[in-house]
C-alpha cells in the first residue's frame, strides 16, 4: 500500500509540473 501511495504522490507530481510548463507556455 505505502508503494501505491508513493507511486501515485510521484504522479500527482509529475502532472503539477507539467501543468506549471503549460501554463508558462501560454
Known sequence: ???YK???TAEQ???FA???VAV???
Open 6 to 8: 508513493g507511486a501515485y
Open 24 to 26: 508558462l507556455l501560454i
Open 18 to 20: 507539467i501543468a506549471v
Open 13 to 15: 507530481s509529475l502532472g
Open 1 to 3: 500500500m505505502s508503494s
